[in-house]
């Protein structure tokens, strides 16, 4: 029996303790940037969410990867889960970024900026995840093709991340990269703190949500036990696994 | 509190303030969402624990009186 909700308190601590100093680090240490000034305080939460949420979707295929060697049920609903607590950080991420661009280039959107498309492709590319899941209704074989699209589209996010990098025409900030990046000492430390609350926050959300489902499973099955299969009520269609 | 107002670089509430505070309420938003739904479903569950709880109670009286009547006959 797995038990998803051990360590959920201590982690769920060192979350809010970790976005409490982020924040504080925000607004109180990090210096002004020079060009940008205060409206450049939104990097320190829309880039990790962004971060997070490619990482959570590339999380998904891993686990997918797992299913489909194991058969084991349960590597799905753990693919299935990262997938969904991704989507949500990139909505966060979309709008965020969204907010950004309109106080620093006047648009809530530019279409021209490859940076900002491609994020939108693989958010959009994540968001039939659920659809497809819900279009199959045998759940065996509603697992194994969501492992495979799961898969394949998380091996999709690093290559596009790469081909982003090397497209030339792009007006997005390029403030990290393999050699260091040009953050100064106090705004590194600030973003890491930030991306280390927000891998934190999905870390503690995920688990959450699977001890929530599993404790879901786990009644349904004493119902049954206790009350034979008619005192269950029959599952209608769902895109979640079963 | 005013003193770590003042040790603040700069909050400045002109027009990138609405901006920042846009996007930092959006993130609480959507975290508080989130759990507001958790809440939700976790309170179904705590619902059909109690009423598989009650069947229980149920059967166990039911099979009490079942007993003290073979007792007595």
Redesign the interface.
């Known amino acids: 029996m797995s038990t998803y909700g051990r360590g959920l308190r201590g982690l769920s601590i060192a979350t809010v303790t970790t976005i409490t100093v982020a924040f504080a680090l925000v607004f109180f240490y990090a210096p002004l940037d020079a060009d940008q000034g205060f409206i450049q305080k939104i990097f320190y939460i829309h880039v990790p969410l962004a971060i997070v949420s490619l990482c959570g979707y590339i999380l998904g295929g891993v686990f997918a990867v797992m299913h489909l060697r194991t058969e084991d049920r349960r590597w799905d609903m753990r693919s299935y889960v990262a997938i969904h607590m991704a989507l949500i950080f990139s909505i966060g991420g979309l709008i965020t970024g969204s907010i950004w661009a309109k106080a620093s280039w006047g648009h809530w959107w530019v279409w021209q900026e490859p940076t900002l498309v491609s994020y939108l492709i693989v958010v959009l590319l994540f968001a039939t995840y659920q659809p497809l899941r819900f279009s199959i209704e045998d759940p065996e074989r509603q697992a194994r093709y969501a492992s495979v699209f799961a898969i394949v589209a998380g091996a999709f996010v690093p290559l596009n991340f790469i081909a982003v990098r090397l497209a030339q025409g792009y007006v997005h900030p390029r403030v990290l990269t393999l050699t260091g990046g040009n953050l100064p000492g106090p705004m590194r430390l600030t973003f890491t703190v930030s991306l280390l609350g927000i891998a934190l926050l999905y870390a503690t959300l995920w688990k959450y949500e699977m001890t929530a489902k599993n404790a879901r499973m786990q009644t349904r099955r004493l119902r049954r036990m206790l009350l034979g299969e008619d005192g269950v009520k029959p599952l209608g269609r769902s895109a979640a696994p079963l | 509190m005013t003193s770590?107002l003042a040790?603040?670089?700069?909050?400045?509430l002109h027009?990138?303030?609405k901006?920042?505070a846009?996007?930092?309420i959006?993130?609480l938003a959507?975290?508080l969402v989130?759990v507001a739904i958790?809440a939700t479903?976790?309170s179904r569950?705590e619902r059909?624990?109690g009423e598989?709880m009650q069947?229980?109670q149920a059967?166990e009286q039911a099979a009490e009186s079942d007993r003290e009547v073979e007792h007595v006959g």
């Open positions: 770590i040790a603040a670089p700069a909050l400045p027009a990138a303030g901006y920042v846009g996007a930092y959006v993130f959507l975290v989130y958790m479903r976790l569950t059909e624990l598989l069947d229980l059967r």
